[in-house]
């Protein structure tokens, strides 16, 4: 080891030499393979690999190990003495600790692994080559006992194989088999070997070389790395699955010879991709009518495998559409084969399924789905599309309920990754009626408004200048120059004002580049903005936007009684309360309550977001609402464009509204004089160049006016009581996602 060691270390320092005097390429590269070879050879011959410096082992440990090596012998025979004897457990354990302590012993004697004498590979070889060894193991005579057994067994197995030929009912079948492999185990006893069919251990010679090499692979694992290890291991775990994977395949391919005929042959599978080739006349009945006064009648379902359930003869499965499930069995008889019934417990959750099927009433209500009453006797099942069997989440787990007392015993689905898998996440019928009831925000806000006279409008996104003053906007390229995202819609509303329109309304995107990762700030949101001319008073279109939130708020209670309902089954709130007309607070008074709840803040500062929520709550004791108006805010924390109050200049005619104390509505009086206007812009010291057109807008005359803007997706959240802005909206964005 140690001539080894010096030659390894003169070859290095030679390609060093080389290197320094920048020696061709092709002159180093056979130096540094010969020192390659040589560090193999030490490694070969030490199970160690060479490192500078290290600790070589000599001859003086050479004694040693050949000391130590003999008591690693003897105590191997008397381990495997006391396996053969059958000795208690515990004494083969500390025979076996011994043991592994000796070698252990050994390693640190002589730096290797303890490895048998090379004879005993070269035996094993020579059995596994040797082609009289198979017959020898083939050939004993059994005797006593033993002979009997082989007897019985070959009678047990004759016995099986006639009643599988006969298509015996299973339970005598599997009679039968169990007797089988009692007596194999009682001949197991006997002779101490697994029992095998006379052929077999004709051909078994393949499988009795691999023997000795799986026996011999400990001897050789000491001089394999870690990773060695793990990849072989990982092969192995490979190698187990694929090998478990094809006995299930030929356990199935087996089962399906003793299915007898297909009797449901052309009424289940899978349908030929969808092409629009033809137009067929079934008839497909919405989940959400199926019911009692049905009962009997043969209807179509489509809808999503939600959960399937398998149990000898039947399947059990749960067809979900949208929000709404019902309960399907299939069940072998006259009319549906076994193979139907396995091919629909093997169709994967989350596939397009049609099934036709009779409706039966249940004696008992079935809770686990929105149809209690009825459950469906599957006649037909066809895929329309099939789901890859891997979904990123189960829509179990997204749609569960978990309570602090469940913590740990279910799934949990966290935010990122239902957002990352947003078209699987909005499948649960929690997220089915959020979305459904957002879509009655929308409606119900353009039906009241246009039942009041207002006229929709679209205005335009990407525009010159920024729309409130150049904090938090986004930034374009717009052809050969810069462009901007509206961050609102105001300039446009007051705009059509000015040119007669009197009441307007918009619904679009709003875009904030405000680096807030709240729960209820989002970089984009859809915004519900009007403006509103009025005769004489501001409070004209405070009361028209207060009637509009009452309006809103009853049709959303009446319309999507079942989808709150919904949604409360996951995340509970409590029931959301207003008044008619609505509570309208002024500022001071809200300053005066928070002041007796102990908060400290000037009759001119803005609410901070803390003091909005606890003002929500004093509200909501004092008056039972959880929707209120707050008018006649501080002017000092307006805009400029903001009209002051006439009767005291410290505040303006701006208002905010707020649900369960977070703030929906933010909206003003308008200045709509241009010399006044650039009076404020001044005050304010807003560049007048970048606001030019805005002031223009109202020099030909233009009706006193007011309004405000609307967050879509917050009034939704607060509404149903959510804890999150982005349960709220379909595909979320925020400063830290654009996608998907």
Known sequence: MADIDAKIKAQGDKIRELKTAKSAKDVIDPEVKRLLALKAEFKSATGLDWKPGMEIPGAASDSSGDVIEGKIKAQGDKVRDLKSAKADKATVDEAVKTLLALKAEYKAATGKDWKPPPAAPKAAAKKADSPPAAPKAATPELTGPAAAVDAAIKEQGEAVRNLKAE?????????????????????????GADWKPADQKKDSKGKEKKAPASEAAPAVDGEKSDTQKKREAKKAEKANKKAAHKSDETKDQEEAKDDGPDVSSGKYGVQEMNQSKEKPSTVLTPVKELGIKMSEKTVTIRGRLHTSRAKGKQCFFVIRQQQVTVQCLAFVNEFVSKQMVKFIAHISKESIVDVEAVIKKVDEKIESCTQQDVELHVNQVWVVSASDPQLPLQIEDAARKVTEEDEGTFARVNQDTRLDNRVLDLRTPTNQAIFRLEAGVCQLFRDTLAKKGFVEIHTPKIISAASEGGAGVFKVSYFKGSA?????????????????????????????????????????????????????????????????????????????????VTVCQQFPSEPFKFLDPPLRLEFPEAVEMLKEAGVEMGEEDDLSTPAEKLLGRLVRAKYDTDFFILDKFPLAVRPFYTMPCPVDGKYSNSYDMFMRGEEILSGAQRIHNPEYLTERAKHHGVELNTIASYIDSFRYGCPPHAGGGIGMERVTMLYLGLDNIRKTSMFPRDPKRLTP
């Open 167 to 191: 298509k015996a009912d299973k339970a005598a079948i599997d009679e039968a088999v169990k007797k089988l492999i009692a007596l194999k185990g009682e001949f197991k006893a006997a002779t």
């Open 484 to 564: 901007f995202l509206a961050q609102s819609p105001q300039l446009y509303k007051q705009m059509a004002i000015a040119a007669d329109f009197d009441k307007v309304f918009t619904v679009g995107g709003v875009f904030r580049a405000e680096d807030s990762n709240t729960h209820r700030h989002l970089t984009e949101f859809v915004g519900l903005d009007l403006e509103m001319a009025f005769k004489f008073h501001y409070h004209e279109v405070l009361e028209t936007i207060g009637d509009l939130f009452t309006m809103m708020f009853r049709g959303l209670r009446d319309k999507y009684s079942s989808e709150i």
